[in-house]
T-cell receptor, first 115, second 117 residues
Framework: AQSVTQPDIHITVSEGASLELRCNYS??????LFWYVQSPGQGLQLLLK??????LVQGIKGFEAEFKRSQSSFNLRKPSVHWSDAAEYFC?????????????FGTGTRLTIIP | EAQVTQNPRYLITVTGKKLTVTCSQN?????MSWYRQDPGLGLRQIYY???????DKGDVPEGYKVSRKEKRNFPLILESPSPNQTSLYFC????????????????FGPGTRLTVL
């Protein structure tokens, strides 16, 4: 069975500072990996996803993530955060058997931005 | 406009009274899923569907049913709701995975907040 761990429940960064959100996964084969963002009271928006190929994945809103198989990680990064990035971020892993979409989410990391 | 719609958006009901939450998408997506979101637990997949008449259990299917008779609709059925099903529910739809596409569109509905007394 697949699983995802987001070790940081809450992170606070200053506006303009760099950001890295950690995600570790467990899955027996090559996973599909995703990052989503959820603003307060809103639904989820897909930031980026990795299926295969280049291990550095570019997403929307200036985010990127790097798949590191040796570390079972898929950390999300942004070089300079904006106040509008304050939200909850979820990492997810998808099963690749038969291309289905069985997704398992982490418990989320809440990002607070201070001026 | 591409969208996933859910109805109702808010529902308060009582234990044991059957209910259905509807989900509809207008993008001709093959994949659809239901999730529940609970504080401290993140999102957990309830059921998913790869196409019409093809459904499978997610991580927390107990107490729920789904059907996929048409491509656009994927209703979630609670035959006998219980208080532990009080949660925020999201429906989602997407195309099948495609290699090399890092931000292919995956759509979530606005959510349905369900309270079971």
């Amino acid at each position: 069975a697949q699983s995802v761990t987001q070790p940081d429940i809450h992170i606070t960064v200053s506006e303009g500072a760099s950001l890295e959100l950690r995600c570790n996964y467990s899955y027996g084969a090559t996973p599909y990996l995703f990052w989503y963002v959820q603003s307060p009271g809103q639904g989820l928006q897909l930031l980026l996803k990795y299926f295969s190929g280049d291990t550095l994945v570019q997403g929307i809103k200036g985010f990127e993530a790097e798949f590191k198989r040796s570390q079972s990680s898929f950390n999300l990064r942004k070089p300079s955060v904006h106040w509008s990035d304050a939200a909850e971020y979820f990492c997810a892993v998808g099963a690749t058997d038969f291309g289905n979409e069985k997704l398992t989410f982490g418990t989320g990391t809440r990002l607070t931005i201070i001026p | 406009e591409a969208q996933v719609t859910q109805n109702p958006r808010y529902l308060i009901t009582v234990t044991g009274k059957k209910l259905t939450v509807t989900c509809s998408q207008n993008m001709n997506h093959e994949y659809m899923s239901w999730y529940r979101q609970d504080p401290g637990l993140g999102l957990r997949q309830i059921y998913y569907s790869m196409n019409v008449e093809v459904t499978d259990k997610g991580d927390v299917p107990e107490g729920y049913k789904v059907s996929r008779k048409e491509k656009r609709n994927f209703p979630l059925i609670l035959e006998s709701p219980s208080p532990n099903q009080t949660s925020l529910y999201f429906c989602a739809s997407s195309l099948p995975p495609r290699q090399g596409v890092s931000t292919d569109t995956q759509y979530f509905g606005p959510g349905t907040r369900l309270t079971v007394l």
